[in-house]
C-alpha cells in the first residue's frame, strides 16, 4: 500500500485548507483506519483525526476537535482532511498513515498504522 498526501500549504490564520491521501492498493476490512498525524519542529508526532474504510467510525484529538473533518471516498480510494479556522499551531507536516487491523484502543497510537505516507506541509499564519 501506498499512500500519497497533498494539498498543504500556506495559509493565513482563520483560513481553511483541504489535504488528501490517496492510497494505491487495497485498505479493506472492518479493522482498517486511515488517520492523520502531524509533527510540528521540535515536537514529538502527535495524532490528529482517523476513519474507518466504511466511513462509519472517526475519532479526532481535542486540539481539533470542531475544526477539523475527515472523510472518505472510497471509490477514489482516498481520505481527506478538511482543516478550518485554522490556527499558528496547528503548523506541522501531516502525515497520512493506514492499518489494516487496527484495534479501537490503538486508534490514535502511529504504531498501529503500518502504511505512511512522505508528509505534506500546512503552515499556518498569525
Known amino acids: 500500500v501506498q499512500l500519497v498526501e497533498s494539498g498543504g500549504g500556506l495559509v493565513q490564520a482563520g483560513g481553511s485548507l483541504k489535504v488528501s491521501c490517496a492510497a494505491s492498493?487495497?485498505?479493506?476490512?472492518?479493522?482498517?483506519?486511515v488517520g492523520w498525524f502531524r509533527q510540528a519542529p521540535g515536537k514529538e508526532r502527535e495524532f490528529v483525526a482517523t476513519i474507518n474504510w466504511s466511513g462509519a467510525m472517526t475519532s479526532y484529538a481535542d486540539s481539533v476537535k470542531g475544526r477539523f473533518t475527515i472523510s472518505v471516498n472510497v471509490a477514489k480510494n482516498t481520505v481527506y482532511l478538511q482543516m478550518n479556522s485554522l490556527k499558528p499551531e496547528d503548523t506541522a507536516v501531516y502525515y497520512c498513515a493506514a492499518g489494516q487491523y487496527v484495534t479501537a484502543p490503538a486508534i490514535r497510537t502511529s504504531a498501529a498504522y503500518g502504511y505512511w505516507g512522505q508528509g505534506t506541509q500546512v503552515t499556518v499564519s498569525s
Open positions: 492498493g487495497p485498505i479493506y476490512g472492518t479493522s482498517a483506519m
